[in-house]
């Protein structure tokens, strides 16, 4: 099994940044792509970001220009960095990986638990 530790969310004001976390741990053979996704109170999850293991990038385009998803491949670790927050982006914030866990085995899905990103003055 694959565990998903989040870490970085909370409470900033309007134009403010926050750096959300996700390290990747366990049973771990290798991880294809990486990426955050949020979801907003009476709205669907919604993918914000996301990475493969060569470093190719895809946004959403409300956040293109204001976040910049990057990743360690020694520390299986995903970043998000948001800057010029707005109140729209308030959500749980949700951190995706695709990962096997051995060789015989084909790539699955794996969630991390949430954090909160709350943007208000």
């Known amino acids: 099994q ?3 530790v989040e870490s970085g969310g909370g409470l900033v004001q309007p134009g ?3 750096r959300l976390s996700c390290a990747a741990s366990g049973s771990i053979f290798s991880i294809n792509a990486m990426g955050w996704y ?3 109170p009476g709205k ?3 993918l914000v970001a996301t990475i493969t293991s060569g470093g190719h990038t ?3 385009d409300s956040v293109k220009g204001r976040f910049t998803i990057s990743r360690d491949n020694v520390k299986n670790t995903v970043y998000l960095q948001m800057n010029s927050l ?3 982006d308030t959500a749980v914030f949700y951190c995706w990986v695709v990962a096997r866990t051995s060789i015989r085995v084909s790539p699955s ?3 991390g638990q949430g954090t909160q990103v709350t943007v208000s003055s």
């Open 109 to 111: 899905n794996y969630w």
């Open 38 to 40: 949020r979801q907003a």
């Open 2 to 4: 694959v565990q998903l």
């Open 44 to 46: 669907q999850r919604e």
């Open 58 to 60: 895809n946004y959403a």
């Open 86 to 88: 707005k109140p729209e």
């Open 16 to 18: 403010g940044s926050l």
